[in-house]
Nanobody, 113 residues
């Protein structure tokens, strides 16, 4: 019922910035929270940030002060500043519903000089 499509990934130098976007379509009224997760090579997928329908945000300690999550109707954004090589990962958009979670296809973020 819910489809998520991420965009905005790419190659950036350390200290640079990127903005990821995730557009939700389908039964979007069923989404209570949306979030960004990432998975680095050899690592498990981890929460980066999420935001509730009421605008309450939550961040992983590793990105606090550098990343900002926001939501505008059917789109969620992740503004990433002061990027570090350890931020390199595939970033996934996630929609949380009462009956289950929906995932986007992922977008690659590579931070390298």
């Amino acid at each position: 019922q819910v489809q998520l499509a991420e965009s905005g990934g790419g190659l950036v130098q350390p200290g640079g910035s990127l903005r990821l976007s995730c557009v939700a379509s389908g039964s979007i009224l069923s989404i209570y929270t949306m979030g960004w997760y990432r998975q680095a090579p050899g690592k498990q997928r981890e929460l980066v940030a999420d935001i509730t329908r009421g605008g309450i945000t939550n961040y992983a300690d590793s990105v606090k002060g550098r990343f900002t999550i926001s939501r505008d109707k059917n789109t969620v954004y992740l503004q990433m500043n002061s990027l570090k090589p350890e931020d390199t990962a595939v970033y996934y958009c996630k929609g949380h519903t009462l009956t289950g979670d929906y995932w986007g296809q992922g977008t690659q973020v590579t931070v390298s000089s």
